[in-house]
Antibody, heavy 114, light 110 residues
Framework: EVQLVESGGVLVQPGGSLRLSCAAS????????MHWVRQAPGKGLEWVAN????????YYVGSVKGRFTISRDNAKNSLYLQMNSLRVEDTAMYYC???????WGQGTLVTVSS | QSVVTQPPSASGTPGQRVTISCSGT????????VHWYHQFPGTAPKLVIH???QRPSGVPDRFSGSKSGTSASLAISGLQSEDEADYYC???????????FGGGTKLTVL
């Protein structure tokens, strides 16, 4: 079964840091572009970042550049998102997704609040 | 505001055909393929159309996609109550060097 499982979402104070993880199974992770997408409460989808299968190409949405870092470990079939200098507006459900945004994980909730 | 525009809402009665539009620019839809997703409340999105008009396995053939110039459309024929969901389009944007999602369309089955 193709599956993505995110973890790491918690309540954090503004300015804090957090690392999200995404465990992949059921497909060839090591040859797949991977994405992080977020959805603020009651809002639409916003692409955050993606990474090529070998890590040689990485792209970010402008609002997270310099604060977030996407990475992967193909030996562990895992995708990561290091989030620093968190802001209230980063509060959202964070999803990892495969190529063409398929499949999606169930999401992990990040809340940035004092 | 997203650089890719969708109508906020759409509706139809069971059995009808509805279309949802996705309007972009020459740097996104005009140059790159469009993917479509639906999302039910409290769940993750799911791919329903990829590469403008390709249906993944398991998606009913009631769903179809098309593209012309800088606009794309998702059509759902034989509308069913279980089609009621939020629908999003997505495309790569060459100017932004990133993916852009439409703002989403809430489809209501009357």
């Amino acid at each position: 079964e193709v599956q993505l499982v995110e973890s790491g979402g918690v309540l954090v104070q503004p300015g804090g840091s957090l690392r999200l993880s995404c465990a992949a199974s059921g497909f060839t992770f090591s040859t797949s572009w991977m994405h992080w997408v977020r959805q603020a409460p009651g809002k639409g989808l916003e692409w955050v970042a993606n990474i090529k299968y070998d890590g040689s190409e990485i792209y970010y949405v402008g609002s997270v550049k310099g604060r977030f870092t996407i990475s992967r470990d193909n030996a562990k079939n895992s995708l990561y998102l290091q989030m620093n200098s968190l802001r209230v507006e980063d509060t959202a459900m964070y999803y990892c997704a495969g190529p063409r945004f398929d499949p999606w994980g169930q999401g992990t909730l990040v809340t940035v609040s004092s | 505001q997203s650089v890719v525009t969708q109508p906020p809402s759409a509706s139809g009665t069971p059995g009808q055909r509805v279309t949802i539009s996705c309007s972009g620019t020459s740097s996104n839809i005009g140059r790159n393929t469009v993917h479509w997703y639906h999302q039910f409340p409290g769940t993750a999105p799911k791919l329903v159309i990829h590469s403008d008009n390709q249906r993944p396995s398991g998606v009913p053939d009631r769903f179809s996609g098309s593209k012309s110039g800088t606009s794309a459309s998702l059509a759902i024929s034989g509308l069913q109550s279980e089609d009621e969901a939020d629908y999003y389009c997505a495309a790569w944007d060459d100017s932004l060097n990133g993916w852009v999602f439409g703002g989403g369309t809430k489809l209501t089955v009357l």
